[in-house]
């Protein structure tokens, strides 16, 4: 982040008043069991022996299972229902004019260290609305820093994004606008100001979870692009996929410094894995489908539609039989290329295991007896007989 100047950085208030409210409950009879409704509409019955600001702890027939608060939709309770977390707290915008700006600055700020964010959210809200003029830089880059606080300290997740964009079009710093960006975009997606088992009550605490949790989001978009690349059996399209993939695992470093270069290795590994899981789909394909190009494989030659037949079937197996031993023999190459030599090492077997059974899958089987004069012979070891589309 850049640095504040320190009228800027006084609003950087610390908070944490939340009190926990711990509440012990009596064992129930079966009749009167406690009953926990989640957001995703699933229902835990039992007996609830423990509540705070962040959970609920249910004793249930098969277990304690212990459900966070903004998970919840309701609590029924010996009868009674109760209702999940509340609202966030309303904040209406103060009426503040120019001329009233230094003195609606100050409220604000003694709002905020006597942890009256409901107020202070107004009166900074009030502030936000004023022309550029008659508030200075440096004070509307304090408040929406003071804001993003306020927000979360009411559980308002939306109010805090919407305070995270505002501070980011005030920051000259590329690098500072996007990670102010990510930050907001976590709390949207989220919908919470619990981050990573975390309750969020800073400006400062929400911007070092959002950065770690989009560093994370990036490398899993980078494992995945991985694991769904095509055509990998074509060594540039397989050297683009994996370019590719780090390309966007170095996005991750604008939020997370070094974040890229401690993963590099994830989503290399998942091309690897895209590989071997292709390859041995390939020839479970084939062993299946072997038999029935065997069996049909004679009748082929006795018309041209049956040909065109037996050559519609063939193709894909062709196919799909040789992408796989390409993209196996890819994989030392690859290695070597892109400095992963344990990847080819620890997959080096059962590649070698693949790759033998395709080599035997480009042939009919053993045993196989075609009638005399199609090939001109039965098949006998050591003259084994190659699955070649038909020619007419």
Excluded at 136 to 148: H, K, N, Q
Excluded at 167 to 174: E, F, K, V
Excluded at 320 to 345: G, I, M
Excluded at 347 to 372: C, H, I, R
Aim: glycine fraction near 6%; charge should be positive.
């Amino acid at each position: 982040m850049t640095g504040a100047t320190p009228r800027a950085a006084g609003w950087r208030v610390c908070a944490g008043r939340f009190c926990a409210l711990c509440l012990a409950a009596a064992m129930a009879a079966p009749a009167l069991a406690d009953r926990i409704i989640t957001k995703s509409g699933e229902t835990f019955t039992g007996t609830i022996v423990e509540q705070t600001a962040e959970k609920v702890v249910l004793r249930t027939l098969s277990g304690t299972m212990t459900i966070p608060r903004d998970a919840l939709k309701s609590i029924e309770k010996a009868g009674e229902e109760t209702p999940g977390p509340a609202a966030p707290q309303q904040v209406v915008p103060a009426a503040v004019d120019a001329a009233g700006a230094a003195k609606a600055l100050r409220d604000a700020r003694s709002a905020v260290v006597a942890g009256e964010w409901v107020k202070a959210a107004g009166l900074l809200e009030g502030l936000m609305l004023l022309d550029e003029k008659s508030l200075s830089p440096d004070d509307r880059l304090g408040a929406t820093g003071a804001l993003v606080t306020c927000y979360l300290q009411i559980k308002d997740a939306q109010g805090a994004a919407r305070s995270l964009s505002r501070r980011a079009l005030l920051a000259p710093d590329a690098g500072d606008k996007r990670r102010l960006l990510a930050a907001a975009e976590v709390l949207k997606a989220v919908g919470s100001t619990d981050i990573g088992g975390k309750t969020l009550t800073r400006f400062d605490e929400v911007v070092e979870a959002a950065m770690n949790w989009k560093a994370q989001a990036l490398l899993k978009e980078a494992v995945d692009s991985g694991t769904k690349a095509k055509g990998i059996n074509d060594p540039s399209q397989l050297d683009r996929a994996a370019n590719a993939a780090l390309k966007k695992l170095a996005e991750a470093d604008v939020f997370v410094p070094g974040f890229s270069a401690a993963h590099r290795r994830d989503p290399l590994a998942a091309l690897v894995g895209n590989i071997m899981d292709a390859a041995t789909q390939t020839v479970e394909y084939c062993e299946k489908e072997r038999p029935e190009l065997t069996r049909t494989a004679a009748a082929s030659v006795r018309s041209i539609a049956a040909a065109k037949a037996w050559n519609d079937r063939a193709a894909p197996y062709f196919a799909r039989r040789q992408a796989a031993e390409d993209a196996l023999k890819n994989l030392d190459p690859f290695a070597k290329k892109f400095d992963v030599p344990d990847l080819c090492k620890t997959n080096e077997a059962t590649a070698k295991s693949l790759l033998a059974k395709l080599d035997d899958l480009q042939y009919y089987p053993e045993g196989t007896v075609f009638p005399y004069g199609w090939y001109g012979h039965t098949y006998t070891p050591g003259h084994r007989i190659k699955m070649q589309l038909r020619r007419f």
